[in-house]
């Protein structure tokens, strides 16, 4: 990777948001009226900060950044907690709480869906797409916001609602019991969750012609004057701000080419303007917003909450760590030393850094799908596409396994209270990326270079003289492994293959 391209990965655009992410709630937080209430977040926390050095167009691609990078860590923090749902359980009691599992992963398709939407956005400014993401493996007090690899439990799960918030008065008395609870759990240090559904009302706004009240208006009189008082005409973009359209459609995702998504989610286009905007209202109709659906992420979340409170399904709860990961794996993507609990095992760490190449490869699939033009490579974007599919089934397959492996050696650990040996600690998927080369040539030689890593891990798993037993006893786990083992040898042959033509 080029000198210039590393410095450009070591930038997260959640880091200009810092302060005022972290910053302290105002003062004054008395609801007016329930019908012309503004958006409490507005009022408690604000609305994100212009830098001065922006203009219109530069502010709102600094926010779609923003907003990406914020629905990829939801995604992998999502998809982390669902694996952390044994499945397999055979306890009866436990049948209606692997609901949990499927909501978990079909709310992760649809921040996946969501990311793929930013890029859309990005691309109908002429702006590249930007699918980094700021790092996980930090201590809270070092990130933008307290983003991090958990299981399932009353914490997580508080803060996951949290994120997925509406706007106030579209919470019944009950729900802000239940938010308030939260918020008092989580602590004063933690109540800036609750800012990210600001940015995307932010967008919104940007995203207008003017102020004219339109068709599907997601605000109301309140919040509008507040909206206008942070942001003045200037700050609406104009016309010329977007591509043509037969510029946008030559790169843009479309629902069609990415199959990989539930009926209920979208792709949606981005270009015109109006298709722009009910972009941006479908993405804060699923929660990030002030305007919520029924069946918003927000509602499900709120459901596993109280059901997890009922405390019917711990069972079902793998013991899998915060935050782990392979030891010496480059990601992060900022400065600074990484936390967390590292997988030591010899096999499993193996696994770990398989994971982490296919996380890596899915990234640079889509990635270089969206920068392929669909006129003149459509066979070349369709591939990309196409593997980045197959890269998501993989990651599913480890991500679930994981959590049935050693996270260290069983041999060395240590005895418990009465003498006889501890139960081995599970692993879970670790999540580590490199940041993306923003050249065509400095992609394919990461792809290169992760291909060369990724055929090492398959061959030590494959000839490991040690037999399975050294990293997991989970016999459908053991089962798995060698017709798993040899997909991803045959994806990377044809990665390699299509390299080398």
């Known amino acids: 990777m080029s000198k210039h391209s590393r410095k450009i990965a070591w930038s997260s655009a959640l880091v200009p948001l810092r302060s005022w992410l972290h910053s302290a709630p105002k003062g004054d937080t008395r609801v007016q009226s329930q019908d012309n209430a503004p958006d409490k977040s507005f009022r408690e926390f604000g609305l994100p900060p212009h830098p ?12 779609l950044r923003a907003g990406a990078e914020v629905e990829h860590s939801l995604a992998a923090q999502y998809l982390y907690a669902a694996y952390s749902i044994d499945e397999t359980s055979e306890n009866r009691k436990n049948i209606e709480s692997l609901t949990w599992k499927t909501y ?9 869906a969501h990311l793929v939407t930013v890029q859309n956005l990005l691309l109908a400014l002429g702006a590249e797409p930007h699918l980094n993401r700021g790092p996980l493996h930090r201590h809270p007090s070092k990130l933008p916001l307290p983003f991090k690899l958990e299981k399932v439990d009353k914490e997580s799960l508080g803060k996951f609602v949290l994120f997925e918030s509406p706007a106030h008065n579209q919470l019944t008395e009950a729900d802000k019991g239940v938010m308030k609870e939260i918020r008092e759990s989580l602590g004063d240090k933690k109540s800036h969750l609750l800012r990210v559904g600001s ?120 013991r899998v760590p915060t935050n782990p990961r392979v030891p010496g794996a480059r990601g992060g993507g900022t400065p600074g030393a990484e936390v967390g609990p590292e997988i030591t095992n010899h096999g499993t760490k193996r696994w770990g850094g398989l994971f982490n190449f296919r996380y890596q490869f899915m990234l640079l699939d889509i990635l270089d799908a969206l920068t392929t033009s669909r006129k003149t490579q459509a066979e070349k974007r369709r591939l990309f596409a196409t593997w980045a599919t197959v890269e998501m089934e993989f990651m599913k397959k480890i991500g679930q396994a994981l959590p049935r492996m050693f996270l260290t050696n069983p041999k060395k650990q240590k005895p418990g209270s009465h003498g006889k040996p501890k139960a081995p600690s599970p692993a879970g998927a670790p999540f580590q990326t490199v940041f993306l080369p923003p050249t065509p040539s400095d992609r394919q030689a990461l792809r290169r270079q992760l291909l060369e890593e990724s055929n090492e891990c398959v061959s030590e798993l494959r000839d490991n003289p040690r037999p399975m037993s050294t990293y997991t006893e989970d016999l459908p786990t053991t089962a798995m492994v060698p017709s798993l083992l040899d997909a991803i040898a045959r994806q990377d042959d044809e990665m390699r293959h299509a390299l080398e033509g």
Not at 55 to 60: M, Q, S, Y
């Open 52 to 63: 001065r050095r922006f203009n219109r167009k530069e502010f709102a691609l600094s926010l």
């Open 104 to 112: 978990l992963r079909l709310v992760a398709r649809e921040e996946m």
């Open 199 to 318: 940015i995307y009302a932010a967008l919104y706004w940007l995203f207008l012609e003017n102020e004219k009240q339109g068709p599907d208006w997601p605000f109301s009189q309140a919040d509008v004057n507040v909206l206008k008082k942070k942001y003045p005409k200037k700050y609406h973009l104009r016309d010329k701000d977007f591509v043509g359209t037969h510029e946008y459609e030559e790169r843009a995702a479309t629902a069609k080419e990415w199959g990989i998504f539930e009926s209920s989610t979208h792709v949606d286009g981005a270009s015109p303007r109006e298709t722009a905007l009910a972009s941006l209202r479908w993405i804060m109709s699923q929660g990030e917003g002030p305007n919520a659906i029924e069946d918003s992420h927000f509602r499900r979340f709120l459901k596993i909450y109280r059901e997890f409170k009922k405390g019917n399904a711990p069972s079902l709860i793998m």
